[in-house]
T-cell receptor, first 114, second 115 residues
């Protein structure tokens, strides 16, 4: 199993550009989520999904959009990138929506917005 | 709302020495508690978790953690650290009520091992 796959690993954007961070999992997990990691702030939840067609906001959703059309994929869209969105982004999934399940993380996407 | 505090930003210990990383949580009911580890350039990996029962839980790589309700703490320990334990460690708390799927992470503790 590949687990949780994130692409790209690195990306540089100019302010105002748009892009999509891809996340795919091959474990048939119902729950998928996006976190951003910033120095001194740990991981903060952006958006999450408990199944295809169902998404909800996390702690820091502004500036990001998500959709969940399939169980496998959970892309994160930046419609108009801002320097404040410079961060490392992690996608994570778990088997079910309940929080007691183990989270599986991707290896991250390092995004710089100039 | 749940929250987690990791008071130590950076800890340095000698190889072979014991280790304790502190974690304090805030949650109104019995929480789900986790410790994750992140090696440089990698995603997070689960070390151990606590839901109920025995308050001392064993994890992978020789780590253990103790849940103390009276102190709202879930400290991570290891009797003898190895150079490969150098990483960043995150404590996390989740709600125990169905319908609340969010996991809240602390700000992390970076562990440096000196020979």
């Amino acid at each position: 199993n590949a687990g949780v796959t994130q692409t790209p690993k690195f990306q540089v954007l100019k302010t105002g550009q748009s892009m999509t961070l891809q996340c795919a999992q091959d474990m048939n997990h119902e729950y998928m989520s996006w976190y951003r990691q910033d120095p001194g702030m740990g991981l903060r939840l952006i958006h999450y999904s408990v199944g295809a067609g169902i998404t909800d906001q996390g702690e820091v959703p502004n500036g990001y959009n998500v959709s969940r059309s399939t169980t496998e994929d959970f892309p994160l869209r930046l419609l108009s990138a801002a320097p404040s969105q410079t961060s490392v982004y992690f996608c994570a999934s778990r088997a079910r929506g309940l929080v007691d399940e183990k989270l599986f993380f991707g290896s991250g996407t390092q995004l710089s917005v100039l | 709302a749940q929250s987690v505090t990791q008071p130590d930003i950076h800890i340095t210990v000698s190889e072979g020495a014991s280790l304790e990383l502190r974690c304090n949580y805030s949650y109104g009911a019995t929480p789900y508690l986790f410790w994750y580890v992140q090696s440089p350039g990698q995603g997070l990996q689960l070390l151990l978790k606590y839901f109920s029962g025995d308050t001392l839980v064993q994890g992978i790589k020789g780590f253990e953690a103790e849940f103390k309700r009276s102190q709202s703490s879930f400290n991570l320990r290891k009797p003898s650290v190895h150079w490969s334990d150098a990483a960043e460690y995150f404590c996390a708390v989740g709600a125990s009520n169905f319908g609340n799927e969010k996991l809240t992470f602390g700000t992390g503790t970076r562990l440096t091992i000196i020979p």
